[in-house]
């Protein structure tokens, strides 16, 4: 039977070589309660007021008008309809 090899070699192999842990290594350490990441937040933080989605049916070619001005058409629909019902400073 043939012995499977690794897919990347070793770094290194003698224990004595292996990195010192400076206090900046244990500072910037992932910290885990059991299995699940205790300390860092991933991704985006959390909107104070996120958004909605919705199904919203509009005419083709009003549709392709807007789609046709770049990206971001979506948040400038949001835009003229805040400015349309005069809800310019809430959110």
């Not at 699940?36 to 104070?48: E, N």
């Not at 199904?55 to 807007?66: E, G, H, I, N, S």
């Amino acid at each position: 039977m043939t012995a499977k090899k690794r897919s990347t070699p070793a770094t290194w192999k003698d224990p004595d070589d292996a990195p010192e842990l400076t206090e900046d290594f244990f500072k910037n350490a992932d910290l885990y309660e059991g299995t699940k990441l205790k300390s860092k937040t991933r991704g985006r933080p959390k909107s104070a007021s996120p958004k909605e989605p919705v199904k919203l049916r509009l005419d083709a070619d009003v549709l392709a008008a807007l789609r046709a001005s770049g990206e971001g058409w979506q948040t400038r629909i949001n835009d003229a309809l805040r400015a349309s019902l005069k809800l310019a400073g809430q959110l």
